[in-house]
């Protein structure tokens, strides 16, 4: 290429503001004077690996990702803070009325049938016509003294938070009272262990929550307690 033709050359002035900017990082006399800069790398891609999780914060995140309902659909209703010896609470209420599922979740027990007998021991027919769920958050939730189970709830099968799954009753040991006995507790054997799944951890607070349409989570609590007792009730 003659002189005649470089000189004849002309730089388009994008490529003229690049130059003067690798310039400005440091170019060299030579560099300045117009001899090509070197060509910047590219910056190496940098993957950061997620945090390890364990179960435990896993059942939390769910709990905040949960929507919870108040799980008797009544107008008159009402509940105690406390209950006869063990953590649970009554909710009382017309019977037929809707009971519903707290939170979305799986069905892992169902009672169809009333079993108890007057004058038999506390066990497990106690609780009459019952459907237990254990939820997304890791929580069981668990309502008996129901008049029905609900059409096409069993176990295995998903419901939604605020779905129907019976309605309140006076099935067992409900001493001929409408209400829904309610527990919350740890979902341990899911079947079958009676003396947690009716309650160890107080439901009121969390009640009077999402009555008010508040999202209080009983998984925090839930999971202490089972930090201190080991599914043993």
Partial sequence: MTSTMVARMKIHPYLAGLTALACLAGCTA???AGAPAAQPQSPATVVTAPAEQTAGDVE???ATRSRYVFPVKAKNVSYHK????YPATDIFAACGKPFLATTSGVVVEVSRVDRYRKGKPAGPNNGGKFVSIVGDD???YYGSHLSVVGAGIKKGVRVKAGQQVGKVGKTGNSSGVCHVHYGISPA???AGDWKVRRGVVWPASYLTSWRKGGQKSPAAAVKSWNAK?????
């Fill in 30 to 32: 030579g560099e300045q």
């Fill in 60 to 62: 939390l995140v769910a």
């Fill in 82 to 85: 406390t209950h006869s010896g």
């Fill in 138 to 140: 890791g929580v069981r």
């Fill in 188 to 190: 341990c054997k899911k």
């Fill in 229 to 233: 007792h080991r599914c043993k009730a």
